[in-house]
């Protein structure tokens, strides 16, 4: 049994914990040399009390080893430790470092410079086209953008990557083979495929649940040198994400949302707390210059606009970045209102706009 092996054995008996390693390596040296510890030795070590000597104790019958490598070669996944030199540096930092981390896909060594980008699942237009065009900006610039392969902000954050071409990665809060939600399979596959990696630190076979979410967190802002807030309520997830990273030493950014949107409620509250308004990834990229590898400038998240005739860009000019009523999209330009509705499906049909219930448009970067 060799290093790494010995640490994907302790990882999946229940009561060890990254806490729990790291006062046993204190005293053993090497993963390898705690399983085959006597009980008087495991007793002896602060917080082992006779549950978790036990368990190590009998790991042969708790854990079947065997079948957990041979799940993780048929998956294509590898095993990194602490140990690794593909280890996350500042992960290494945090109070509780995973033990292991599950990788399928590739982390490469620019992947120390991260930025987590995370959300409510229940979000607004304006909250994903704001996650996809922060998120191109700063992957495009030289960042690795990190996310939780959630619904809502994390699936946009990854996609916005994506499209800069630019480095992914996603932590998720189960094992790799019970990828979660499931309709994110293709986003993962196209991730693992050359531009990131799908990452979790639970053996292949675990089930998601209200636990390894917040433990899944801890990953996101710890691996992170900032964590930004694009829209999250009151009650959101991303609020506990932000508190891990303060705990961490990590920088929290917000982007500011309308003041009566609930999804909007928890990020404006952490603006009012002292976390830097993000309007634009520069806002980020002053604060971690010194951080950065040598990058590329910021790129517009936006692609240029087709020829339009005067009546198009007038009607184009009076949507606001926001979601606009037609109402307000008329008497801007200053055109009846049917020439209005006209000219908004043309400029629907060249992708430059989306209409929304209620009959409000937003423009599409």
Known sequence: MNSTEACIALN????????RLRK???VFRQPERVLTARRDELRRIEGIGNEVAEQILNWESIVDLGAELKRISDFGASVITQESPRYPKSLREIHSPPIVLYVWGEVQERDQHAIGIIGSRRTTHYGTESAKKLSYQLAYAGLTVISGLARGIDTAAHQGALAAKGRTIAVIGSGLSRLYPPENAALAEKIRTGNGAILSEFSMEIEPDRQTFPMRNRIISGWSQGILIVEAGL???ALITASQAIEQGRSVYAVPGHINAPSAMGSNRLIQQGAKLVMDASDILDDLQILLPESKPIAAATR???ELSES???VYDAIEASETAIDAIAARCNLPSPTVSSVLLRLELKRLVK???GKYFVKLG
């Open 235 to 237: 009650n959101s997830g």
């Open 312 to 314: 198009e860009r007038s």
């Open 304 to 306: 240029p606009l087709p």
């Open 24 to 26: 046993l390596l204190e």
């Open 12 to 19: 999946m008996l229940p009561t060890m914990g990254p806490v």
């Open 355 to 357: 209409q929304l219930p």
